[in-house]
């Protein structure tokens, strides 16, 4: 089995696992995610968090996000272009939601395009050692990259539940690995600039 071939398997697996979790119950594990992280993350006010709005089975990360605009942190959500590009949308109170590809929504094209220095990212499967499987498409990688390429060192936080982890992702040279991790039961740390 090719590298490609494990994680498309790896990747099934997992986001099934998260299919099965009932909504109350990922609700509760949502709102536990924002009571582990909403004051653990270091950053200064005025800082740019890209987050982003549930999808499927996803974790609700809006009460976590609240918690970062009410520390001073200025929110942003991905929006994807085309196949190969997201940028970040500002997300500001009481803005119109619109759809932006991918079943996602956010705010429509006159919303302010930031570049986030913190990114909560989804993603289908990760590791003890902060390695992650996206959804397959590679828009965040090229996201990361693209912020890269401007001189800037986003710090990656994934999103997941426990029952998304494996013992090992099998990884390859381009692969970025994440900062943190945050489930359900807690926030691990895998750089020190966090804490």
Do not use: N
């Amino acid at each position: 089995m090719t590298s490609r071939e494990l994680k498309a398997q790896l990747r099934a697996e997992r986001l099934a696992l998260r299919d099965a979790i009932p909504e109350e119950a990922r609700i509760e594990m949502s709102l536990a995610m924002a009571e582990h992280a909403g004051e653990a993350i270091a950053f200064d006010p005025g800082t740019i968090i890209s987050g982003f709005l549930p999808i499927r089975s996803e974790a609700d990360l809006r009460p976590l996000m609240a918690r970062f605009q009410a520390r001073g942190a200025r929110l942003c959500v991905p929006a994807i272009l085309d196949r190969q590009t997201i940028v970040f949308r500002e997300l500001v109170r009481g803005a119109p939601l619109v759809s932006t590809g991918f079943g996602t929504s956010g705010p429509g094209p006159d919303a302010p395009i930031l570049d986030p220095e913190i990114l909560l990212v989804p993603l289908s499967v990760f590791d003890k050692r902060g390695h992650r499987i996206g959804y397959g498409a590679g828009h965040y990688d090229r996201a990361i990259d693209r912020l890269k390429q401007k001189g800037m060192h986003p710090k990656l936080i994934g999103i997941a539940f426990d029952c998304q982890e494996v013992a090992h992702v099998p990884d390859e040279p381009h692969d970025v690995s994440l900062d943190a991790i945050l489930t359900e039961s807690g926030l691990r740390f895998f750089a020190s600039w966090i804490g």
